[in-house]
């Protein structure tokens, strides 16, 4: 089945610095990526997804690209702001008729330092 | 804008005890599905639901899990015999149809039913 590494787990950052999470995936058949950001007690909210036929998405300060060959995928976001400390995750998924199974990664935890 | 909803959004539950948990996903979604997040942890996937039935389940659904659709509107997951390892935040979430098996779809997470087991 697939898995998903996630890198680094914790990160800090200055604000107004940029902070880049990488995630890689080993089931070459999935194909959608998307990203969600956690805060403490509160529901996983998707802030950027890709698809697997698309390199890279943007989307004000935060984009996402993905190497299909290498099956990994990074977000990056620029312009930090403290609002952005949250735990990120990324996720992997393979769509069939039946729906998505989404195989999500450990997580990174980002500090934005004022 | 249409959400996910679940209830309770907190539950105490003596081991050994059954728990249901009820969600009612967006109106216009077919795809359901359940995930666990242990705290601290990774946002870990249970099951998935289509067209009145299981369409994939993890290894963590086992036995002891069911899921029903008992009207048009609410989805549950129930847990027999609650064990203290069920302690976790348990989310609901639904997509809409997948139109192009080639693309995937974002799913939308309830604000989840945090199950604590004494």
């Known amino acids: 089945g697939e898995n998903v590494e996630q890198h680094p787990s914790t990160l800090s950052v200055q604000e107004g610095d940029s902070a880049v999470i990488k995630c890689t995936y080993s089931d070459s058949a999935s194909n959608y990526f998307p990203w969600y950001k956690q805060e403490l007690g509160k529901r996983p909210q998707l802030i950027i997804d890709?698809?697997?036929?698309?390199g890279e998405k943007k989307d004000q300060r935060i984009a996402v690209t993905l190497n299909k060959t290498a099956k990994h995928f990074s977000l990056h976001i620029t312009e930090t702001q403290p609002e952005d400390s949250a735990v990120y995750f990324c996720a992997a998924s393979l769509t069939a008729w039946y729906g998505q199974n989404f195989v999500f990664g450990p997580g990174t935890r980002l500090s934005v330092l004022p | 804008e249409p959400e996910v909803t679940q209830t309770p959004s907190h539950q105490v539950t003596q081991m050994g005890q059954e728990v249901i948990l009820r969600c009612v996903p967006i109106?216009?979604?077919?795809?359901f599905y359940w995930y666990r997040q242990i705290l601290g942890q990774k946002v870990e996937f249970l099951v998935s639901f289509y067209n009145n039935e299981i369409s994939e389940k993890s290894e963590i659904f086992d036995d002891q899990f069911s899921v029903e659709r008992p009207d048009g509107s609410n989805f549950t997951l129930k847990i027999r015999s609650t064990k203290l390892e069920d302690s976790a935040m348990y989310f609901c979430?639904?997509?809409?149809?997948?139109?192009?098996?080639?693309?995937?779809?974002?799913?939308?997470f309830g604000e989840g039913s945090w199950l604590t087991v004494v």
């Open positions: 979430a639904s997509s809409e149809t997948v139109l192009d098996p080639s693309s995937g779809n974002t799913i939308y």
């Open positions: 890709i698809r697997s036929n698309v």
């Open positions: 109106s216009n979604h077919l795809y």
